[in-house]
Nanobody, 124 residues
Framework: QVQVQESGGGLVQAGGSLRLSCAVS????????MGWFRQAPGKVRKFVAS????????FYGDNVKGRFTISRDNAKNTVYLQMNSLKPDDTAVYYC?????????????????WGQGTQVTVSS
C-alpha cells in the first residue's frame, strides 16, 4: 500500500527556518497531488499547503502565505515544505498527505494517505 513518511521536524527559535521532507512509496508519485497539514494540541488539523502533480499549481493557508514554500521532486518521490520566519503559533505536528488525483485541494477529506507526522516546535 501507499506509504508516506515525514522528516525534518525539530526545535527552532522564532524567526528561524526548517525544511520538512516527505517521501512517498507504493504509488506513481507523478500522478498524485500532495498536501501538508498541521495540528496543534487540542485543535483540529488545518491546511498548510498543497501542490498538484507537476508542481505547476500551489495553494497556501492564509497564516503561512509569504513564509512557507511547497515544492516537489518527482524523480525522488519527495515533497518539501520550506518554512521561514517561523512563529510560536507555527508549533504543531506537521502531516504530509497524498490523494488519489492530480489536482491540488485544501480539504483534508480529499486526501487518502497520511504520514505519522513530525513535530515542529518554535520557541520565543
Amino acid at each position: 500500500q501507499v506509504q508516506v513518511q515525514e522528516s525534518g521536524g525539530g526545535l527552532v527559535q522564532a524567526g528561524g527556518s526548517l525544511r520538512l521532507s516527505c517521501a512517498v512509496s507504493g504509488r506513481t508519485f507523478s500522478s498524485t497531488a500532495m498536501g501538508w497539514f498541521r495540528q496543534a494540541p487540542g485543535k483540529v488539523r488545518k491546511f498548510v499547503a498543497s501542490i498538484n502533480w507537476s508542481g505547476g499549481t500551489t495553494f497556501y493557508g492564509d497564516n503561512v502565505k509569504g513564509r512557507f514554500t511547497i515544492s516537489r521532486d518527482n524523480a525522488k518521490n519527495t515533497v518539501y515544505l520550506q518554512m521561514n520566519s517561523l512563529k510560536p503559533d507555527d508549533t504543531a505536528v506537521y502531516y504530509c498527505a497524498a490523494r488519489s488525483g492530480r489536482v491540488a485541494t485544501t480539504d483534508r477529506a480529499n486526501y487518502d494517505y497520511w504520514g505519522q507526522g513530525t513535530q515542529v516546535t518554535v520557541s520565543s
